[in-house]
């Protein structure tokens, strides 16, 4: 995702700016800019594509003396990926970067075109800049017109604003995207969005906390709390290794994902829950009119999204739907109907397999949409209409943070074309949207579901095989986990639909096989649990994931109790990657990148 650093010092400041970005690049970015103002004149350079591109394009410039700097580096949300769309966004005599998702940039938008503002972009930040220049002009101080600028923004950000009427100053705001402040003995000050940015130049940092802003200038560090009352900075030490710091803390990329998963979910939803229906501002109605099915298009974990999808889009689009492997698709010589609606779903855009699969649809002439977590990536670049999942950038090879917006999106999705079918109400849609707002909480990791993953996980070492087993939605779950568990443990194991185990691999089970159960309180609850009960039987070891204890398993890993299915989901998908994890450590595995295995499968 979006990357900031700024700089307040009197070292030369374009290299500084552009050395925090490299450090920054592991996020992933589409385009990246920088802007320095200095004896209150700014100069700014953007660039489309790798940091490379803008290093040419300001190599002919340096600052010498005291200079005031604040760079990004952008991934697109709002907006394409272009120059015009890259940060900082200027005004008429101030600049600002911004991470995070202005929610209500539309209505402001509007508001200060009619003021008489101009703008040059498609994004959401633009806007700050002009409510911060409209409240300035309005008669208020610098401070005064930030502060009024925040108060009208809704959503998540953080930002950093440097203007020509306080030439030795950055505004800063945090809520609910990281930002960090840092320090040094020379008395100068710079802005990370990580703190890898800031290893080897500041040896104290403030990490923000959210509705913390303020101000800081040569000699200040103004901060204050959400309720507007000045705070005195807590300084902490700085971490020395780079890598860690893109850990943030976390022994492994892909732990720090499954972290991160709250957060990304609520990006992904970011604007996107109207009232009584869903905002896809990236859709219009033409997309359905003549689709009389889908099908479903992917590989991998982006597969499984897919199969989940297909339950929500008949149960509450009423649609036909089909799911299919994209490898096999390519060669099966499918019946390719002007009437279906191609989705390609796909975390990196660049998979080889779905990629064709695309532009065999494509070339039939069908309608095509891809969901997708990397924008101006091919798939994006050929499908009529895209989503993007904004789980942000990936780098672990087992995909966690991916998946959850995958499927998040695809439910928003199903409910767009409940709405637009008339196959729901708006109070039940309005229903799945409030339940919607609740995956977020319901993903945020607890110290005691990783506690008890990491202790469960020394039990789940040995055996000759996993079965991971669940019904409906909780069927493409368990192929889920027992992809997660297979690619980072390198174990056998299976997902199958709780009912099919009878007809035949129940010859399995003795007390070898391990069973991940899946036992949703709100999806076929008796059902599912008979299937285990007969596992349980043939003194298979289960270990079931529940909010209800079941007494016939052998081991429980309790989720919290809730009112719809689809929380229990996000809950237990949590659990299965957490319990993957840990029995990868404790086997000595490299978690992040499994013997085998690449990121992005660009070969057929
Ligand atoms: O980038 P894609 O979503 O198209 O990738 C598809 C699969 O290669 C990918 O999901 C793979 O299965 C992951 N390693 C799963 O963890």
């Given at each position: 995702m979006c990357g900031i650093v700024g700089y307040?010092?009197?070292?030369?400041?374009?290299?500084?700016?552009?050395?925090?970005?490299k450090e920054l690049e592991y996020r992933g970015y589409d385009s990246a800019g920088i802007a320095v103002l200095q004896q209150?004149?700014?100069?700014?350079?953007?660039?489309?594509?790798?940091?490379?591109?803008?290093?040419?394009?300001?190599?002919?410039?340096?600052?010498?003396?005291?200079?005031?700097?604040?760079?990004?580096?952008?991934?697109?949300?709002?907006?394409?990926?272009?120059?015009?769309?890259?940060?900082?966004?200027?005004?008429?005599?101030?600049?600002?970067?911004?991470?995070?998702?202005?929610?209500?940039?539309?209505?402001?938008?509007?508001?200060?075109?009619?003021?008489g503002k101009t703008f040059l972009s498609q994004t959401d930040t633009e806007v700050i800049v002009h409510l911060f220049e409209y409240y300035f002009e309005q008669g208020m101080e610098a401070f005064e017109a930030f502060q009024a600028t925040l108060a009208r923004l809704e959503g998540a950000f953080a930002i950093l604003l440097v203007t020509t009427s306080l030439s030795e100053r950055i505004f800063f705001a945090k809520h609910g995207s990281p930002l960090?402040?840092?320090?040094?003995?020379?008395?100068?000050?710079?802005?990370?969005?990580?703190?890898?940015?800031?290893?080897?130049?500041?040896?104290?940092?403030?990490?923000?906390?959210?509705?913390?802003?303020?101000?800081?200038?040569?000699?200040?560090?103004?901060?204050?709390?959400?309720?507007?009352?000045?705070?005195?900075?807590?300084?902490?030490?700085?971490?020395?290794?780079?890598l860690?710091?893109?850990?943030?803390?976390?022994?492994?990329?892909?732990?720090?994902?499954?972290?991160?998963?709250?957060?990304?979910?609520?990006?992904?939803?970011?604007?996107?829950?109207?009232?009584?229906?869903?905002?896809?501002?990236?859709?219009?109605?033409?997309?359905?009119e003549g689709i009389e099915n889908v099908t479903f298009c992917s590989c991998g974990t982006s597969y499984h999204s897919a199969l989940a999808a297909s339950y929500l889009f008949e149960r509450l689009a009423k649609i036909e739907t089909h799911v299919a492997f994209a490898s096999e698709f390519r060669y099966r010589e499918p019946l390719l109907r002007k009437s279906t609606l191609f989705v390609v779903i796909s975390q990196s855009g660049e998979t080889a397999d779905t990629l064709e699969?695309?532009?065999?649809?494509?070339?039939?002439?069908?309608?095509?949409?891809?969901?997708?977590?990397?924008?101006?990536?091919?798939?994006?670049?050929?499908?009529?209409?895209?989503?993007?999942?904004?789980?942000?950038?990936?780098?672990?090879?087992?995909?966690?943070?991916?998946?959850?917006?995958q499927v998040a999106v695809?439910?928003?999705?199903?409910?767009?074309?409940?709405?637009?079918?008339?196959?729901?109400?708006?109070?039940?849609?309005?229903?799945?949207?409030?339940?919607?707002?609740?995956?977020?909480?319901?993903?945020?990791?607890?110290?005691?579901?990783?506690?008890?993953t990491r202790r469960l996980s020394k039990r789940y070492l040995h055996g000759h095989g996993f079965f991971f087993i669940g019904r409906d939605v909780f069927y493409p779950l368990a192929l889920e986990g027992a992809l997660k568990l297979k690619e980072i443990s390198y174990l056998h194991t299976e997902g199958y639909p709780s009912g099919e185990m009878k007809h035949?691999?129940?010859?399995?089970?003795?007390?070898?096989?391990?069973?991940?159960?899946?036992?949703?309180?709100?999806?076929?609850?008796?059902?599912?649990?008979?299937?285990?009960?007969e596992l349980s039987a043939r003194d298979a070891t289960i270990c079931v994931i529940s909010s209800e204890p079941f007494e016939k398993a052998d081991d429980f890993i309790p989720i919290s109790t809730c009112n719809h299915y689809m929380l229990e989901f996000f809950e237990m998908m949590v659990a299965l990657q957490l319990l993957s994890m840990e029995i990868a450590v404790r086997l000595g595995n490299d978690v992040d990148m499994p013997r085998n295995l690449a990121k992005s499968v660009t070969v057929e």
């Open positions: 307040i010092g009197a070292r030369e400041t374009k290299g500084l700016l552009l050395e925090g970005l209150g004149a700014f100069k700014s350079f953007k660039a489309l594509g790798k940091l490379v591109n803008l290093e040419e394009k300001c190599a002919n410039y340096a600052t010498e003396g005291f200079a005031v700097g604040i760079g990004h580096t952008r991934w697109a949300t709002h907006g394409k990926p272009t120059e015009l769309n890259a940060h900082p966004h200027m005004g008429q005599f101030s600049y600002v970067v911004h991470n995070g998702i202005i929610e209500n940039y539309q209505e402001l938008k509007r508001e200060m075109i009619e003021a960090i402040i840092g320090i040094n003995a020379q008395h100068e000050k710079f802005f990370g969005s990580s703190d890898a940015a800031l290893i080897g130049k500041c040896d104290q940092v403030i990490y923000l906390n959210d509705g913390e802003y303020g101000y800081l200038d040569p000699e200040t560090i103004a901060l204050f709390n959400k309720e507007h009352k000045p705070i005195t900075p807590a300084l902490c030490a700085l971490p020395e290794s780079k860690s710091a893109q850990k943030e803390g976390y022994r492994f990329f892909m732990e720090k994902e499954i972290y991160e998963q709250s957060t990304v979910l609520s990006d992904a939803m970011l604007g996107r829950l109207g009232d009584g229906e869903i905002l896809f501002e990236e859709l219009d109605s033409a997309i359905l699969s695309l532009k065999m649809a494509k070339a039939a002439g069908l309608r095509t949409l891809a969901i997708c977590n990397v924008d101006n990536s091919s798939m994006v670049r050929l499908s009529d209409y895209t989503i993007l999942a904004r789980a942000g950038i990936e780098k672990g090879v087992a995909s966690t943070k991916a998946f959850a917006t695809l439910w928003m999705l199903s409910l767009y074309f409940a709405k637009a079918r008339g196959t729901m109400s708006r109070e039940a849609i309005a229903a799945e949207i409030t339940t919607l707002r609740e995956v977020p909480a319901k993903t945020a990791v607890s110290d005691a579901l990783h506690e008890r035949g691999p129940i010859a399995l089970a003795d007390p070898e096989l391990f069973t991940i159960a899946l036992l949703p309180r709100h999806m076929l609850f008796d059902k599912a649990k008979s299937n285990v009960e």
